[in-house]
């Protein structure tokens, strides 16, 4: 088989991340990967590298729009000095209740994805706008749409619908399930031995849990937008739907206009809770745990409520898989935050789980669990762009 070259694009509310690999006869090997960050501000960060870690390109630029941002990795990328590729794979966050597998992207596609902007409203815009651009600055080359919540279309009726009349739910309303990319490249790393009862935890900026039973996903923890769930930085995960009318009873007050106060709302609940909301500090858990070394309460308030919610999701989890073989920790968190894994874990003792202290003092892939403990807990990173190739070259046929 000739090598294909794939480009996967990866595009959040401010960066616009970019990786490629060379592919054939079941090689996956990395040639590049960069990013675009800083979208919207003078002093951007556009950088690409080598698979050695070698920086071919390292620029700030001002980066005033997306426009901007994406029109620089097209020139980079068109500039001889990388192969070009023979498709480009989409991270996609949400297709809305009609698109639930991954497929080329048409410009029909897009407009149907642009329609449940509001199911990702941190991702979705700037996805289509890419996707749009993809197709006319890479023309005749097959685009694909990588789909987040694909992984969860396994989800029993019981998960998925909400408790809310049946017009909503004919509106699409229902849980979508996220960071599925990532839960996929997990049981990737885990074959050929799956374990039958796996919980696997993606702990990142936004963060969510699935419930894993034979490969099929059973519960997760995100429901119809990335918002919910467990605590993420600055998103409030599940709550009490009081205290969403309570809070939009109060914008109200100075916004009559409801479309404006529903936005005021969502930037409430999306931008400045979770971490964020309660440490009055910061989304990032670095700087969390160098304010908790200060003396911080309100840092420590936070990390406190983030473990503490997640051992009571992983608990219920354990329920309704009946046991627990596998705890796995992913993201950026659960792969670096040491202090997390174990605060999580020392939540869990009930379950028999235990950590050994030396095992877990690491960043990145372990076994972290003691030999007497009765589930094996491991950190394993998210290789989304390897699923996302994986998805590309299946869809193409290769
Ligand atoms: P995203 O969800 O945007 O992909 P990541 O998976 O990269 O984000 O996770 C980002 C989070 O990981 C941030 O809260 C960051 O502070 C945290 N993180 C990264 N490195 C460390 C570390 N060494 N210790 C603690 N937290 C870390």
Redesign the pocket.
Known sequence: MSSLPILVLNS?SSSIKFSAYETGDGQRTRLFEGAVDGIGTDLGKFWIKDAAGKKLVDQTPPLPSRAVAFQLVADALHSGDFPAPAAIGHRTVCGGPNIRENQIITPALIDEIEGYADLAPLHTPIAVYIMREALRLFPGIPNFAVLDTYFHRTLPEVATHMPIPTEYVAMGVRRYGYHGISYESILHQLQPNVPEKLVVAHL???SSISAIRKGDCIDTSMGLTPTGGIIS?SRTGDIDPGVLIFILKQIARSTPDAAAAAEKLETVVSKKSGLLGVSERS?????L?EAIQAGNAKARLAVDKFCWTIARWIGSYVAELNGLDMLVFT???GE??IAARAEICANLGALGIVLDPARNNV?GEATISAANSSVTVRVLP?LEDLIIVNHVLRLMGQ
């Open positions: 959040g990142g900026n936004g930085g989304n990032d858990m670095r700087d745990r993201g950026g968190i670096n935050d960043r998210p």
